[in-house]
């Protein structure tokens, strides 16, 4: 178990530091850096001036290199636009976010594993074809139609829920519904598949013909086999969820990572699109990496593979 852990970690470091490296020279490459701190009404002699102070002179390699070792410090400079630390800045956007995403993924979760396995059980049934339909339904809904009809219908008209904000834990209840929708349908989807290709197996029938309950045959033997490959998806989708919480944060108006990155990006602040870019590909190397290790825990066959 120790040397898969280590194989899954060595490459994991890998994948992060070619992520960084692709998204500091793409981000340095799509313009002059030093024209977009400055404005467009400043003279050539205020650019040049602007590219020493930053470093901007000097060579691509070697502004990595220094960016590089203040990520090893926790240092990710500071923000053109903000004027602050831009550790500081995300070390007060990011709690939001991966609370959004960590209630939408519950959520998620709460509603499609035991529909998929209600879809499995009833296969054919009513209930599966209803399941289906949801799974459709889920998928054709665009998150920020979804997340501005719940404003209208739970906040506007009903009056029920916050429209917008952070505050309190009612403001995370419609982003959190906006957000999980999306992933219900793949969840709900995978588990169906996987309860049914193990409701088929032997073992499944031995448990059936010795007399054990449905519920202990279902909860106990089919569900941890079939719960093998949701685990992974439930990573890889908290991962979409972290990244994609800009347009969910957006409409809710949330002061989280996703409505810093939309501001850095119209504001063209490098730094802070960088340090972004950064933490969110490392969250999803990191859950996709503990995804791996549930999943030997699970199945011994995947480590000793």
């Given at each position: 178990m120790l040397a898969f852990g280590i194989r899954r970690l060595t490459i994991s470091l890998c994948v992060a530091l070619t992520v960084s490296i692709v998204a500091f020279f793409l981000l340095h490459m799509s313009g002059d850096i030093a024209q977009a701190i400055a404005g467009t009404d400043a003279t050539p002699e205020q650019v040049s001036q602007i590219r020493v102070q930053f470093g901007l002179d000097r060579p691509l390699v070697e502004q990595y290199l220094n960016w590089a070792w203040g990520v090893l410090r926790f240092d990710f400079g500071t923000s053109f636009y903000f004027r602050d630390q831009v550790t500081t800045l995300i070390a007060q956007r990011l709690p939001v976010t991966l609370a959004l995403g960590g209630i939408s993924l519950l959520l998620a979760l709460i509603i499609s594993v035991p529909l998929g396995v209600l879809a499995a059980v009833k296969q054919g049934g009513w209930i599966d074809r209803a399941a289906l339909m949801f799974c459709v339904l889920g998928q054709a809904l665009p998150t920020f139609w979804l997340g501005l009809s719940l404003i209208i219908v739970f906040s506007v008209t009903l009056r029920w829920l916050p429209v917008s904000g952070s505050g309190t834990w009612a403001h995370f209840v419609l982003p959190s519904v906006a957000l999980g929708w999306y992933a219900i349908p793949a969840v709900m989807r995978l588990?169906?598949?996987?309860?049914?290709?193990?409701?088929?197996?032997?073992?499944?029938?031995?448990?059936?013909?010795?007399?054990?309950?449905?519920?202990?045959?279902?909860?106990?033997?089919?569900?941890?086999n079939a719960m093998i490959p949701v685990v992974a998806l439930a990573a890889v989708q908290f991962g979409f969820m972290l990244g994609g919480s800009i347009v969910v944060e957006a409409v809710f108006s949330m002061e989280g990572l996703g409505q810093l990155a939309w501001q850095s990006i119209a504001r063209q602040d490098f730094p802070v699109v960088q340090a972004i870019v950064l933490v969110l590909a490392v969250l999803y190397i990191g859950l996709t990496l503990l995804a791996d290790i549930l999943n030997a825990i699970l199945d011994p066959r995947i480590r000793i593979a």
């Open positions: 588990t169906r598949n996987g309860m049914l290709d193990v409701l088929a197996s032997d073992y499944i029938r031995t448990a059936r013909a010795k007399g054990l309950r449905m519920p202990t045959v279902l909860f106990k033997h089919a569900l941890r």
